[in-house]
């Protein structure tokens, strides 16, 4: 069998890249190392670099457990552009409030691997080790403010809760690797369609939906997030929210829009309902929240829920809108919470009501928080009209109530948008000092407002990147 | 020159856009600088509009066979949008109009706006609008339109609320931002029906399609469709039901309610039914809607201005009681009735704000028109060019108002739809009365002792005198004798109706006998004491006119009941059922027994485990429930 490694070469830059970090904190001396942020950053650019030139190398290792194809190509950029900006936004947080930095980077960098090995996997043991590799280097992420009671109790929960999902996944793992004999998703799917959806099988569907329900944090396995998103440090809430999000996703669509395929018509039906109920709760629940972390996590549960809109038709289009929006969500929610994480350095506050007069205070971040949110209300010209206007286009044939429920609440989310903006750009600020934004934060939320705004304007080019990468999803 | 206009009419909202980069990026601390950035763009576009109108009336481009340019916008498979320029006569005309009312209330704004701390942003604001409403205006295709009329909703949000330090303004710009998306989902979700059925969104595709709409879909799709469409322009143009945030979003600066809302923003659901005309005219029974609630709408709001006491509302009230006449011409099938309306309304309507502005201006912002008095003495050019625009709308000859009025009425006449039409004469009525009772209780009569007024500077006077010009003669184009607008916009065929005397005559009676009526109450019986005896004989009535027929109130209600109350249970639901009920008892003893962890939160997490194996219980029991077959009859069997 001829492997070919070169396909696996950014995979393994970031496993070399997250030791060196590691290496580099113990050499490097205390008082520069907050140069490791900045190595960081750039190393994540190069490896992005290294998956942009191998864009047209695809293939699979190791008898298909492995697949290199455009549409893990265009994941892997989304989770190593989350993680580059959230690197970038997280350095002064990680000066002032947590100690041992280069063991903060490199973490992350093992989560961004297994996000990375998640988006490839195609087989369910390769998928669990991915995932298990993302959940644990977050639970350590989670716990990192080690003085503060609140993240450690985020921690705690956060092993229990995501041990508890992953012993459900792997249960419903092990009930379709019981049925069909394999545990290679094509393998699956060229089974179940011979089979069809006998009970035993529908109870492992059961189980893989609450698993991967759980890290999607879709209703009703949304609990823990918003208590976690909270207590957490913000960087990490950020990376937390889109990059587990997205990489989940991409196993999502793997296992059902390939694996399932075959029994699609038992589980539409499901995972729309799950994506109605998901927007519904989320957007409602995130009125009356008061504190901007909480409000933030239960729109990234309603973010969800729409990006699950894309899966129920289990077509090419629908993963076009999850692609695209997966992309888009990234570099709004990456925006948001590292303003919120900014704030927080600045006034050690999390409450909205803090937020007054942000505009006078600082321009910038109460332009890209609004820019964010706005985008988020699915509000033209911004990427998050574009993007759903790309999934709902997928469903409105079969499932119009859906679409109208979508529609019916990102009006609804508008008004708690609206609240953290009129507050920002209404109200008279307390403090009126202006709050000095740092270099490297201010690329980031230039960035990802500029992407915000790029794309919403001009969606061609991403959309028929998406186009692509979608298509070779399809071919194998 | 005309050639190269007619082809780069994109340049018409790229202007605007540019002075709006300019001025937020370079001129912002330089006011004087910013200002003059926002006119020159928006003279310059109206040169180039001016061109391309000239051009298009001069090449005989007719709505049928409009001039189109466009490129790719973005496509994914089944799905090719573009993004261009369709130019005809109807939009030609309404490019013109807006950039030219446009530059003159930009001019006037200068002067207007003297003195505010934020100079700058405020006409970093206008020229956004009119970038975006001249991007609506030439739009080749319904979503690129639609995305336009987010950014006129937009924008007119942010200059509602541009007095941010009065909550009242704040409160204005909310309310008009959520009632217009209420209107904007019942438009997108037309316009995704229109793209699902016909499988596209451009305007000329569409109208092709549509004329034979039985190989695509049934007529029942098609009324719903088009129903969804003009929630819109209800919406939007602040009809009946919807017309609540329009009164209310004169908390902007006035120049602002004289060009968003009274000439331009509020007239696009007008243009936009007016641009779909091909899609509205295949289902009569959505005419029949448009032209009720149009009617009805005219009546209404007439009903309503008759009684209200500030100036600006009043000119309000009278905006969307205007609109609803054009809904009603649109109805009829006569869009050259209702375009040219539009356009005669621009001009007087816009004339009459500034004119209410020139006169806030000199009182400091007394706006009951009973605390005014005699201003025309003071204020002699804000006062005649004040009556100019009180002559056009009430339908005097030959003012420009009277011909677009007469021709509504007379297509209301030929159609035979009489209730509408004895409608459409009351409120013709109506408006004669409540905008002569307005002029003069503000500008005749005994002066105000207390009031000081003086008259505005030359660059507030000035748009005035070349507004009064055109609400004067800008009718002209359009005289039964020498119908030069009838045989241009048109949809169909040219419509040449004989001129009906008795209308004609019949409607400038009811014009001056409304104005006698409103002179014998308000001007020649010095006490008003007639006008207050007619206040009590009539009080119910009064007092139902005077708050709007209580709708607002009916709307908080409804709010308050309802929407606060789902949002209220879904939050108990989430944080007290399951963790009050349930687990209660557990986070006692945990309380009690976890001395070193936190009290606040540590009781959920039991709780959390067990909402997620509910869920997972949940999950199997609709998985249960929703096999092939059930899923089937909920989808309509579709696969």
Redesign the interface.
């Known amino acids: 069998m001829q492997v070919d490694l070169s396909l696996i070469v950014p995979e393994m830059a970031m496993a070399v890249l997250g030791l060196t970090v590691l290496i580099l904190g113990l050499i490097v001396p205390k008082e520069s190392r907050h140069g490791l942020g900045w190595f960081t950053a750039l190393a994540l650019l190069g490896v992005m670099g290294l998956v942009l030139a191998g864009w047209n190398n695809t293939g699979s290792l190791y008898g298909d457990l492995y697949v290199v194809d455009q549409f893990s190509q265009f994941f892997k950029i989304t989770f190593l552009a989350a993680a580059f900006l959230v690197v970038l936004g997280s350095m002064r947080f990680v000066d002032k409030h947590l100690g041992g930095q280069s063991e903060y980077y490199s973490t992350l960098l093992f989560a961004t691997l297994g996000m990375m090995v998640m988006a490839s996997a195609n087989d369910f043991m390769t998928m669990y080790l991915g995932l298990e590799l993302m959940t644990i280097a977050f639970i350590i992420l989670v716990c990192f403010r080690r003085t503060e009671?609140?993240s450690l109790?985020s921690g705690m929960?956060y092993v229990?809760?995501a041990g508890?999902?992953s012993a459900?996944l792997l249960y419903g793992l092990s009930l379709v690797y019981g049925i069909t004999g394999t545990v290679v998703i094509n393998e699956v799917g060229q089974a179940l369609a011979l089979r069809g959806?006998l009970p035993i099988l529908?109870?492992g569907?059961?189980?893989l939906?609450?698993g991967l329900?759980?890290k999607i944090s879709a209703?009703?396995?949304h609990?823990?997030s918003p208590?976690i998103y909270e207590g957490a440090p913000t960087p990490v809430t950020a990376f937390l929210a889109v990059g587990s999000k997205a990489a989940s996703f991409a196993i999502l669509i793997r296992i059902f829009v390939v694996g399932m395929f075959g029994i699609s018509?038992?589980?539409?039906?499901?995972l729309a309902?799950?994506a109605a109920v998901t927007i519904?709760?989320g957007n409602?629940?995130a009125?009356?929240q008061t504190n901007i972390k909480r409000m933030l996590a239960y729109s990234s549960i309603a973010q969800a829920g729409y990006i699950l809109v894309g899966l129920v038709t289990a077509s090419?289009?629908g993963v076009?809108g999850v692609l695209f929006y997966a992309f888009l969500y990234v570099f709004a929610t990456v925006g948001a919470f590292t303003v919120a994480s900014y704030f927080y350095n600045v006034t050690g506050s999390d409450e909205i009501r803090d937020y007054a007069g942000l505009a006078q205070r600082s321009p910038l971040m109460a332009a890209v928080m609004v820019v964010a949110m706005l985008s988020m209300a699915g509000?033209?010209?911004l990427a998050g009209?574009?993007g759903k206007f790309?999934l709902?286009?997928t469903i409105?044939?079969?499932?119009l109530w859906l679409?109208?429920i979508g529609?019916?609440m990102s009006?609804v989310s508008?008004?708690y948008y609206?609240r953290v903006a009129?507050v920002m750009?209404?109200d008279e600020p307390l403090d009126g000092t202006p709050i000095a934004v740092s270099a490297p934060v201010t690329v980031t939320l230039l960035v990802a407002m500029a992407v915000t705004l790029f794309l919403g304007i001009?969606?061609?080019p991403v959309?028929?990147v998406v186009?692509t990468a979608a298509h070779s999803f399809f071919m194998h | 020159m005309v050639e190269f206009a007619m082809h780069n009419a994109w340049l018409v909202p790229l202007l605007p856009a540019l002075s709006f980069v300019i001025i937020v990026f370079l001129t912002k601390p330089w006011k004087r600088l910013s200002a003059l950035v926002c006119v020159a763009g928006m003279v310059l576009s109206c040169v180039i509009a001016t061109l391309a109108a000239y051009g298009v009336f001069t090449n005989h481009e007719f709505t049928e066979k409009p001039l189109v340019y466009a490129v790719r916008w973005f496509s994914m498979a089944g799905l090719n949008i573009d993004v261009g320029v369709q130019l005809d006569p109807v939009s030609a005309m309404m490019m013109f109009m807006v950039t030219l009312v446009g530059s003159l209330i930009f001019i006037y704004a200068t002067g207007y706006m003297e003195g505010d701390p934020g100079y700058s942003v405020f006409f970093s604001y206008l020229s956004l609008f009119a970038a975006s409403m001249l991007l609506l205006v030439i739009s080749s295709n319904l979503l690129q339109m639609f995305v336009a009329w987010e950014l006129v909703g937009l924008c007119s949000y942010l200059l509602i609320g541009f007095y941010s330090h009065k909550i009242s303004a704040r409160e204005a710009a909310k309310k008009a931002f959520i009632t217009c998306r209420v209107a904007d989902f019942g438009l997108l979700l037309g316009l995704l029906s229109l793209q699902i059925v016909f499988g596209t969104l451009n305007l000329t595709e569409l109208a092709e399609k549509i004329s034979n709409f039985g190989q695509y879909t049934s007529m029942g799709i098609l009324t719903l469709i088009t129903v969804l469409v003009f929630l819109g322009p209800i919406g939007k143009s602040g009809q009946f039901p919807l017309h609540v945030w329009l009164p209310d979003a004169m908390e902007g600066p006035t120049p602002v309610s004289a060009l968003i809302h009274a000439a331009t923003m509020v007239v696009a659901g007008v243009y936009l039914v007016g641009r779909t005309m091909f899609l509205f005219t295949e289902v009569p029974s959505a005419m029949e809607l448009v032209a009720v609630t149009g009617g009805f709408t005219a009546l209404f709001a007439a009903s309503i201005a008759i009684t209200q006491r500030e100036i600006k509302r009043i000119l309000a009230y009278s905006t969307v009681s205007q609109i609803g006449y054009m809904m009603l011409a649109l109805g009829l099938g006569s869009l050259t009735a209702s375009m040219f309306h539009l356009w005669t309304h621009a001009f007087f309507k816009a004339l009459m704000f500034l004119c209410a502005g020139s006169v806030l201006h000199a009182l400091h912002h007394k706006a009951d028109v009973w605390e005014m008095g005699g201003l025309i003495k003071k204020m002699p050019i804000t006062g005649w060019t004040f009556v100019v625009g009180g002559l056009a709308i009430a339908g005097i000859p030959p003012f420009a108002g009277f011909w677009s009025k007469d021709e509504i009425l007379l297509a209301a006449f030929d159609t035979g739809h009489y209730v509408l039409f004895t409608m459409a004469a009351l409120t013709a009525f109506m408006t004669a009365f409540y905008m002569w009772r307005m002029i003069f209780l503000a500008l005749f009569g005994d002066e105000k002792p207390e009031n000081h007024p003086h008259e505005s500077p030359w660059n507030m006077t000035l748009p005035l005198i070349g507004l009064a010009v055109l609400s004067a003669v800008g009718g002209l184009v359009g005289t039964p004798w020498a119908p030069f607008w009838q045989e241009w916009i048109f949809f169909g065929h040219p419509h040449h109706a004989e001129p009906n005397y008795l209308i004609m005559i019949g409607s400038v009676v009811l014009a001056a006998a409304g104005i006698y009526l409103a002179y014998t109450l308000y001007c020649a019986d010095k006490t008003k004491a007639r006008a207050h005896a007619l206040k009590e004989r009539y009080k119910f009535f009064w007092t139902l006119s005077y708050n709007k027929y209580y709708i607002d109130e009916i709307y908080l209600w409804f709010n308050h009941t309802f929407i606060d109350g789902a949002a209220r249970l879904f939050y108990l639901f989430d944080i007290y059922v399951v963790d009050g009920i349930i687990v209660n008892g557990i986070a006692a003893i945990t309380r009690l027994s976890g001395e070193g962890l936190r009290v606040t939160q540590t009781g959920r997490l039991q709780n959390y485990a067990l909402v997620f194996f509910l869920g997972v219980l949940a999950v199997a029991v609709v998985l249960a429930f929703t096999g092939p077959s059930v899923a089937a009859g909920l989808t309509g069997g579709v696969k």
């Open positions: 009671s609140k109790e929960k229990l809760l508890m999902s459900v959806p529908m109870l569907v059961v189980m939906v609450a329900g759980f209703v009703p396995f609990m823990w208590d018509l038992n589980w539409e039906l499901l309902i799950l519904i709760v409602l629940v009125i009356p090419q289009e076009k509000i033209p010209p009209f574009v790309y709902f286009m409105v044939e079969d499932y679409a109208f529609l019916v009006m508008v008004y609206l009129l750009y209404r001009y969606p061609g959309s028929e186009n």
